[in-house]
């Protein structure tokens, strides 16, 4: 039994790739035509797979319902949370993960440090869009017009000396994320504070969410703060591959 629905799974990647007769199918599997169609017509029974009027069968819809309903319903802050308090562990430093909606970005999850220093950052609360590494992250995803729209209907609120000015060194700051794959605020919001970010992505390769660890400079220097930058980018790698359906790295002691 479990050889067949083993040889059943496989079909399935096989017609993510495109359309594929019989012949095609069982040479893939390394079986019969009469066992590979016995294999499809199970799949088309249950609507994963259809055939096509050139005798060739490719994905289902029922199986692309399925997956747009699967994605519908995860969670990504109950599938983040284990590896955000992991991580926590192992730095000590606050850790946050943010989503854009409807024109914000939210703190939807945090973690505090474990020294006294508290950050003002509340889970429900928006962050400052114009520097937040996070909002870099999750805006510099946005398609080019509408990164470009956004950033013209912003204020530019001067919180320290290191704050974004103005909308093209926004755009500009977008473009510089958006090629590097990762997001830093290095005293823009608060001097005292900085923070390094890394983006989730979906299956499509979107960014849905983002990650970061902040620190103040009582604590941990800038410079010191950006040697967790691949640390910070392993763990988003670890939510993203979770939350995609992708198999997730192991680690022995816990989340990555």
Known sequence: MSQTVDRALSILPLL?????????????????K??????????HEHGLVYRQSDQRYRLGARLIALAQEAMENLDIREIA?????????????????AVYEEGEVLYIDKVESR????????????????????????????????RHTLADK?????????????APAFRKELERVREQGW?????????????VAAPVRGADGRVVAAM?????????????LLTLL???????????????GRTPAKDPEGPV
């Open 16 to 32: 993510a790739e495109g359309p594929a007769d019989l012949g095609q199918v069982a040479d893939r599997l390394g079986v019969h």
């Open 34 to 43: 009469s066992t590979a169609l016995r294999l499809l017509r199970t799949l």
């Open 81 to 97: 949370h284990p590896h955000l308090v992991h991580l926590n562990e192992q730095c000590g430093h606050t850790v946050h993960l």
């Open 115 to 146: 020294y006294p220093v508290r950050m003002y950052s509340r889970i429900g609360k928006p962050v400052a869009i114009t520097v937040a590494a996070v909002a870099k992250l999750l805006l510099a995803d946005l398609p080019e017009a509408e």
């Open 154 to 166: 912003l204020d530019y609120p001067l919180y320290t000396a290191r704050s974004t000015p103005n």
């Open 183 to 195: 997001a830093t605020d290095l005293g823009g919001h608060e001097e005292s504070i900085n923070c």
């Open 212 to 224: 970061s660890v902040s620190a103040p400079n009582v604590v941990v220097t800038a410079e010191e």
């Open 230 to 244: 691949p640390q910070v980018r392993r763990v988003a790698d670890a939510i993203s591959g979770e939350y995609s």
